[in-house]
């Protein structure tokens, strides 16, 4: 082997340690390149997956706040039906008190004017029962004065006996005057029309019975 076949063999040599360093730095240059590109894969899928985690969490919030407001919601409608049921339930209970209340307002004043009634019946009673006693009264004693009293004597009782009755009227018509119920006015002037007609057929027959026995004693 020569010179020239030894040179061209060391550059033969030299030429395939060129192409074999360029075939490793290739090799590593795409070595690299494929890292990156999987480093930024890698990182793109974590991005990814930090996107989902997030946007799940975020979902998984949503829905709890959603169900914290509906509940809210819930509750506050509960609460509301609580305060109009208690509302209503006062509301009947004020009606049905105040309805008690009148009711009884209605008994008392029903009982009082009974009360009044018979009261003012009684008084009215006890007046025609001492009217009618006082005219038996004066009716018995004029009977016993002799027949031949005076005339004069007879008149005064007989003015006393109406002045009495005149007495009597004045004071139930001051009672009458008290009251404020027409019903009640009109009873009341009834009676007083019953009391003046009893007393004046009292003094007519009295006057009848005396004129009588005047006439029987001048005989």
Not at 75 to 86: H, M, S, T, V, W
């Amino acid at each position: 082997m020569n010179l020239e076949d030894l040179e061209a063999l060391e550059k033969k040599r030299k030429k395939q340690e060129c192409l074999q360093e360029e075939i490793m730095r290739i090799n590593a240059e795409t070595m690299q390149a494929k890292e990156r590109r999987l480093e930024e894969e890698r990182q793109a899928d974590m991005r990814d997956m930090e996107y989902l985690k997030n946007k799940m969490e975020r979902a998984s919030e949503f829905e709890a706040e959603q169900k914290r407001l509906k509940k809210e919601k819930e509750l506050e409608i509960a609460r509301l039906r609580a305060r109009q049921e208690k509302a209503k339930d006062y509301k009947a209970e004020q009606d049905e008190l105040r309805a008690r209340r009148n009711q009884e307002f209605k008994d008392r004043d029903w009982r009082s004017k009974q009360k009044e009634l018979a009261v003012k019946k009684a008084q009215e009673e006890e007046m025609l029962m001492a009217a009618r006693t006082e005219q038996v009264r004066c009716k018995e004693h004029f009977l016993s004065i002799e027949a031949g009293r005076e005339k004069a004597e007879f008149e005064r009782v007989l003015s006393a006996q109406l002045q009495a009755i005149v007495k009597l009227k004045e004071e139930e018509e001051k009672r009458r005057q008290k009251s404020s119920r027409h019903a009640e006015a009109i009873r009341t002037q009834v009676k007083e029309q019953e009391l003046s007609a009893v007393a004046k057929r009292l003094s007519e027959k009295y006057c009848s019975d005396v004129e009588r026995k005047a006439r029987a004693c001048a005989l």
